[in-house]
């Protein structure tokens, strides 16, 4: 496993698994197996609705907690709850959050971050971050805080690559994680020719050389998957790299295409939405 190092110190995998769209008992399962598989990386949220499932699989998996990096994300109806943090640890199962987001900037996020960061204070949550926030929103937050943001999670994949806004991240310090890695299942973006040499190049597939492209840029990664092959394969980028031409090609490919589209009208949806979260199996 490779680790970026936080602002704060902490160290966080290169890649771990996502939850996102999973069932509590599929969430479970991919948890267990990507901990099986030596996976470290754990990525959830308030709004998946899987939060005590990946609690379970923490507690069966055998793996010391300390050996985990997990990491959740607050949702939006809930930034101005004084409880949020506590009862999100409560279903986790857990007396600390390693990297907690918030999930949307939609709603009174000002107010969400406050809560973070007493959280990161009281110990709760070792480091804190944003996730699908844009430059100016992020600048929002740098104007104010107390406890910086060492994360933004957004869609990136060869297809977007943000390569200003990761210029921008890098200046304060922040790191870039990557959800829809591999482009939201866009057969087009895996089945690049350029990917499928590289595959055969080095005896991969198409899905880990674009992974593999994804943490040499410096992006951390969440795939998420219900497959438990696929989740080994995931986490099987560790023994080749890409060459310099080779990750300039990867670099030439993008186009500034995203599969996710944020409206103000969303936004306020998001806000007003109030996940079922007490009613997790």
Known sequence: MEFAT?????????????TFLLSPDEAEASVLGALACGGCLIDTANAYLNEKAVGRAIRKSGVPREAIFLET???????????????????????YI????????????????????????AGKVWAIGLSNFTQDQIWEILDVCTVKPAVLQTEVHPYSQEKELKKFLSGEGMVMQAWYPLGHGDRAL???????????????????????????????????????????????????????GEMAKIAAMDRQKRYYHSTPELLKKYAEMVPPVEDQK
Not at 98 to 121: F, I, K, V
Not at 236 to 244: K, N, Q, R
């Open 6 to 18: 936080l602002q704060n110190g902490v160290k966080m995998p290169m890649v771990g698994i996502g």
């Open 190 to 244: 895996r089945e690049e020719p350029l990917f499928t040499e590289l595959a055969k190049k080095y005896g991969k597939s198409n899905a880990q050389v674009i992974l593999r492209w994804h943490i040499q840029a410096g992006d951390i990664v969440i795939p998420g998957s219900k497959n438990p092959e696929h989740i080994r394969a995931n986490l099987d980028l560790f023994d080749f790299s890409l060459t310099d």
């Open 98 to 121: 390693d990297l907690l987001l918030l999930h949307q900037p939609a709603g009174n996020y000002m107010a969400g971050y406050r809560r973070m960061e007493e959280a990161c204070r």
């Open 73 to 95: 994300k607050l949702w939006p109806s809930f930034y101005e709850q004084a409880d949020a943090v506590d009862k999100t640890l409560a279903r986790l199962d857990t007396d």
